[in-house]
């Protein structure tokens, strides 16, 4: 039975191939993401080494010269764009960092490249014909990384922010609503747009609202108007958050760099670093004793944001939690996420909030990319009666209702899957999954 859905999986894959990279889905994302890479190149490690290659090597055209890795690099389009924003409405073209040629967004997404590389290097047949690949790949991450902690981590605390909710990849999380509410919107002074994720009529009460697509576009403006300086902007932006998913995959990254770096024989010494300096500043600054978990923190204002979210433990990644602080965490994972009931892991919100919602987007939903994170971190600490239900019930979502952009939590749901179907990196973590 599992090996059929390795077939589908694969196939998955290759359906959504464009002859240059790995589109998410068939058609509601038609250009290439930033961390979907990622997490589609390792599905590809388990089958087809040379299309990995080709899916991290095409990412990293858009790097820009700064470092920055964008969110989204787009292929070219006739007629009118079926995804918004578009290459036109993000006004890249006249940045000066940004290479020739090559159509990106002005933001990025959460650093996966570096423990995806690393994954991949343990995945493929031949190590040894692997190294050249990592020995290409290692400066462009390393220049990635260099960005966030120089542009990103001002105070130098190794926590480097995002400005914008789409660059943690969990756009519409609780976690943002305070930030985001914050912000004051003249709708007369908006650009004009029109939002292309609801053609699906369904999909309208699963997707982030008009008042959060307002916002979305109120922040790209801004930085389209700054031409995407970093000073003016690290001066100007509304939202500046310390997310501990996008700093614990940071974390992790850096973490398996140095590995990489033993491998081909290169100077670790930054990742050493900048790992020691991020894992002190988790746990000094965005750990809450209080609900054992980690806080996001609001720069802007100055305060922490109370986190019920998947992104909470995303640290467990990358050991940055001590035992007993994994342990807690696990617990509150296990009792108070899953609201003590008869649910899939992980949702992408406490079930015992006021706010969860099943079946709308990062406000409840399982995703198979954040448990497949989580069942790293638990099996990292041991944890393996957790790691081997998050394993056994993301393979279970997958066999029984499909490759689907995200779940709905509760096991007694008949029908299934939310978003898109024929998701790429549901199918190349499924991959992964039963490969592990």
Same mark, same amino acid.
């Given at each position: 039975?599992?090996?059929?859905? #390795?077939?589908?999986?694969?196939?998955?894959?290759? !359906?959504?191939?464009?002859?240059?990279?790995?589109?998410?889905?068939? *058609?509601?994302?038609?250009?290439?993401?930033?961390?979907?890479?990622?997490?589609?190149?390792?599905?590809?490690? *388990?089958?087809?080494?040379?299309? /990995?290659?080709?899916?991290?090597?095409?990412?990293?055209?858009?790097?820009?010269?700064?470092?920055?890795?964008?969110?989204?690099?787009?292929?070219?389009?006739?007629?009118?764009?079926?995804?918004?924003?578009?290459?036109?409405?993000?006004?890249?073209?006249?940045?000066?960092?940004?290479?020739?040629?090559?159509?990106?967004?002005?933001?990025?997404?959460?650093?996966?490249?570096?423990?995806?590389?690393? *994954?991949?290097?343990?995945?493929?047949?031949?190590?040894?014909?692997?190294?050249?690949?990592?020995?290409?790949?290692?400066?462009?991450?390393?220049?990635?990384?260099?960005?966030?902690?120089?542009?990103?981590?001002?105070?130098?605390?190794?926590?480097?922010?995002?400005?914008?909710?789409?660059?943690?990849?969990?756009?519409?999380?609780?976690?943002?609503?305070?930030?985001?509410?914050? %912000?004051?919107?003249?709708?007369?002074?908006?650009?004009?747009?029109?939002?292309?994720?609801?053609?699906?009529?369904?999909?309208? #009460?699963?997707?982030?609202?008009?008042?959060?697509?307002?916002?979305?576009?109120?922040?790209?403006?801004?930085?389209?108007?700054?031409?995407?300086?970093?000073?003016?902007?690290?001066?100007? #932006?509304?939202?500046?958050?310390?997310?501990?998913?996008?700093?614990?995959?940071?974390?992790?990254?850096?973490?398996?760099?140095?590995?990489?770096?033993? %491998?081909?024989?290169?100077?670790?010494?930054?990742? %050493?670093?900048?790992?020691?300096?991020?894992?002190?500043?988790?746990?000094?600054?965005?750990?809450?004793? !209080?609900?054992?978990?980690?806080?996001?923190?609001?720069?802007?204002? *100055?305060?922490?944001?109370?986190?019920?979210?998947?992104?909470?433990?995303?640290?467990?990644?990358?050991?940055?939690? !001590?035992?007993?602080?994994?342990?807690?965490?696990?617990?509150?994972?296990?009792?108070?996420?899953?609201?003590?009931?008869?649910?899939?892991?992980?949702?992408?919100?406490?079930?015992?909030?006021?706010? /969860?919602?099943?079946?709308?987007?990062?406000?409840?939903?399982?995703?198979?990319?954040?448990?497949?994170?989580?069942?790293?971190?638990?099996?990292?600490?041991?944890?393996?009666?957790?790691?081997?239900?998050?394993?056994?019930? #993301?393979?279970?979502?997958?066999?029984?209702?499909?490759?689907?952009?995200?779940?709905?939590?509760?096991?007694?749901?008949?029908?299934?899957?939310?978003?898109?179907?024929?998701?790429?990196?549901? /199918?190349?973590?499924?991959?992964?999954?039963?490969?592990?």
């Amino acid at each position: 039975m599992t090996n059929n859905y #390795s077939e589908q999986a694969k196939s998955v894959l290759q !359906s959504n191939w464009t002859g240059e990279f790995t589109k998410p889905a068939p *058609h509601l994302y038609p250009h290439q993401w930033n961390w979907d890479s990622g997490f589609i190149a390792l599905g590809y490690s *388990h089958f087809d080494e040379d299309s /990995a290659k080709k899916e991290l090597r095409h990412l990293f055209k858009g790097q820009w010269a700064n470092g920055m890795l964008p969110q989204i690099q787009f292929k070219k389009e006739s007629g009118i764009s079926k995804y918004f924003p578009g290459a036109d409405f993000w006004q890249t073209s006249k940045v000066l960092d940004k290479p020739k040629n090559v159509r990106t967004s002005g933001i990025t997404m959460p650093p996966v490249h570096g423990f995806i590389l690393w *994954h991949m290097a343990n995945n493929v047949t031949d190590k040894q014909s692997f190294l050249p690949f990592i020995r290409e790949m290692f400066p462009k991450i390393k220049r990635l990384h260099q960005y966030l902690y120089v542009y990103r981590d001002l105070e130098k605390e190794g926590l480097p922010y995002i400005r914008h909710p789409w660059s943690s990849g969990t756009d519409n999380s609780p976690v943002w609503d305070d930030v985001m509410n914050r %912000i004051e919107i003249d709708r007369f002074e908006l650009p004009t747009y029109e939002r292309k994720d609801l053609q699906n009529k369904k999909a309208k #009460s699963h997707r982030p609202t008009d008042a959060d697509y307002d916002r979305y576009v109120y922040l790209v403006d801004l930085f389209r108007k700054n031409n995407y300086n970093e000073e003016l902007l690290d001066q100007l #932006s509304p939202f500046k958050v310390q997310d501990p998913l996008f700093i614990g995959i940071l974390n992790y990254s850096n973490e398996c760099m140095v590995k990489l770096a033993e %491998i081909i024989d290169v100077d670790a010494t930054p990742f %050493i670093n900048w790992r020691n300096l991020t894992t002190k500043g988790l746990n000094s600054k965005l750990w809450n004793e !209080s609900n054992k978990r980690y806080d996001a923190y609001d720069l802007v204002n *100055h305060q922490r944001l109370s986190n019920f979210t998947c992104n909470s433990f995303i640290p467990l990644l990358s050991g940055a939690p !001590s035992v007993e602080r994994a342990q807690q965490m696990l617990q509150v994972m296990f009792n108070e996420h899953l609201n003590n009931q008869d649910h899939y892991p992980c949702p992408s919100f406490a079930l015992n909030q006021e706010k /969860a919602n099943y079946e709308k987007y990062w406000r409840g939903p399982v995703w198979i990319n954040i448990n497949w994170m989580l069942y790293l971190g638990c099996k990292r600490y041991g944890f393996t009666e957790a790691a081997t239900a998050i394993r056994d019930g #993301s393979i279970e979502l997958i066999e029984k209702f499909g490759f689907h952009e995200y779940f709905d939590p509760r096991k007694s749901i008949l029908k299934n899957g939310y978003g898109t179907d024929n998701f790429s990196w549901s /199918a190349a973590l499924y991959l992964e999954f039963i490969n592990s």
